[in-house]
């Protein structure tokens, strides 16, 4: 257990639907990071959250949004979903970017 | 514009012998590296980390290189076991933020 929890750990939808997936950094974390990773791609950064604020933005859809909640967690919402979403969405938290991201087991979105 | 690219996606080598995954980069103000091993069904997780500062940094079985000049890192595992079998990603960060840039991956297998 890293300490980061994803929610739900796999999730499959329609086409047109929304979703939101949720991601509790770990204890003291302040930092909270988004990324996808499609079929045989890297991990592509989406979006930052600094203790509720944006922090950095990514290739982030206009479809997709997010937010990070006083209680620091944070939900990424994805509306309007295609076929080309379906990937692993990974959440990460640090402390600082010397101590690394620690990442939780992502969510595994399947859009049909 | 992959900034980070690992342009080998596979590499197999023996149990105990040397496994070098190798890591080129594009934009000379990345300033910090870092390596994540990732396992089927689970998140990436931190290896080992090196500032621009140093070309070598060393953590029991595994040495991370850095060639400034050339834009180049590579991760050494010394002696390579089986438990080692994953994809390793480098990633990247510039000193004015704590987002990661990803590359692709190398699946390493390592056989008895």
Known sequence: ?112 | DQQVKQNSPSLSVQEGRISILNCDYTNSMFDYFLWYKKYPAEGPTFLISISSIKDKNEDGRFTVFLNKSAKHLSLHIVPSQPGDSAVYFCAASTYNTDKLIFGTGTRLQVFP
């Open chain 1, 1 to 112: 257990d890293s300490g980061v929890t994803q929610t739900p750990k796999h999730l499959i939808t329609a086409t047109g639907q929304r979703v939101t997936l949720r991601c509790s950094p770990r204890s003291g974390d302040l930092s909270v990071y988004w990324y996808q990773q499609s079929l045989d791609q890297g991990l592509q950064f989406l979006i930052q959250y600094y203790n509720g604020e944006e922090r950095a933005k990514g290739n982030i859809l206009e479809r997709f949004s997010a937010q990070q909640f006083p209680d620091l967690h944070s939900e990424l919402n994805l509306s309007s979903l295609e076929l080309g979403d379906s990937a692993l969405y990974f959440c990460a938290s640090s402390v600082g970017r010397a101590s690394g991201y620690t990442f939780g087991s992502g969510t595994r979105l399947t859009v049909v």
